[in-house]
């Protein structure tokens, strides 16, 4: 799976939008971009995926680059809540005759995100 | 989303004795299932792939029997600690993904298990 860099951390403040990059230059075309975030102590969230277009759900949208090397989470009005890790994978989902494979999933450092008052 | 319960949410053991995490898929079937590891202030470490009816596959440097792994059914793996050391302490966390496809390709994660070894 392709590997991927995030930047340590990063500062917003409540109510504005919080923009976290992702760069995963070594991508495949059946990779897909997945993004997770941790708050302390509990398991990872799911919160967005996307192959090639730009997604968006309740939570974030997700802008992918047209070369795919590059990709931003967006929370469009971040609050307090949102303070957590958030982490960019990579990873390979593909259906076949005899169902859904999926490839590893790889955390790395991922970005602290802090939501300040 | 689909839901991963993980159990216990904490557990405190003696040095030398074993120690069961179940992980069980609520409302889907998870023909694979990943455990992790993480240590304070770190990122998650994949330990091993849990594929129904089959042995898992474990990740380099992870001692295969000493974290044994079960997935008799599309809905449980159980991850045993056998002999725990203090080194062992750490957060476990699994996950699952559906292997229909029906509940997305997204990986479901449990809350995570506190293992203290005294």
């Known amino acids: 799976d392709a590997k991927t860099t995030q930047p340590t951390s990063m500062d917003c403040a409540e109510g504005r939008a919080a923009n976290l990059p992702c760069n995963h230059s070594t991508i495949s075309g059946n990779e897909y971009v997945y993004w997770y975030r941790q708050i302390h102590s509990q398991g990872p969230q799911y919160i967005i995926h996307?192959?090639?277009?730009?997604e968006t759900n309740e939570m974030a949208s997700l802008i992918i680059t047209e070369d795919r090397k590059s990709s931003t989470l967006i929370l469009p009005h971040a609050t307090l809540r949102d303070t957590a890790v958030y982490y960019c994978?990579?990873?390979?989902?593909?259906w076949g005759a005899g169902g859904t494979s999926y490839g590893k999933l790889t955390f790395g450092q991922g970005t602290i995100l802090t939501v300040h008052p | 989303g689909a839901v991963v319960s993980q159990h216990p949410s904490w557990v405190i053991c003696k040095s030398g004795t074993s120690v069961k995490i179940e992980c069980r898929s609520l409302d889907f079937q998870a023909t694979t299932m990943f455990w992790y590891r993480q240590f304070p202030k770190q990122s998650l470490m994949l330990m091993a792939t849990s594929n129904e009816g089959s042995k898992a596959t474990y990740e380099q440097g992870v001692e295969k029997d000493k974290f044994l792994i079960n997935h008799a059914s599309l809905t449980l793996s159980t991850l045993t600690v056998t002999s725990a050391h203090p080194e062992d302490s750490s957060f476990y966390i699994c996950?699952?993904?559906?292997?229909?496809?029906?509940?997305?390709?997204?990986?479901?994660f449990g809350q995570g298990t506190r293992l203290t070894v005294v």
């Open positions: 994978i990579v990873t390979r989902a593909f």
């Open positions: 996950s699952a993904r559906d292997g229909t496809g029906r509940k997305g390709t997204e990986a479901f």
């Open positions: 996307g192959l090639k277009n730009n």
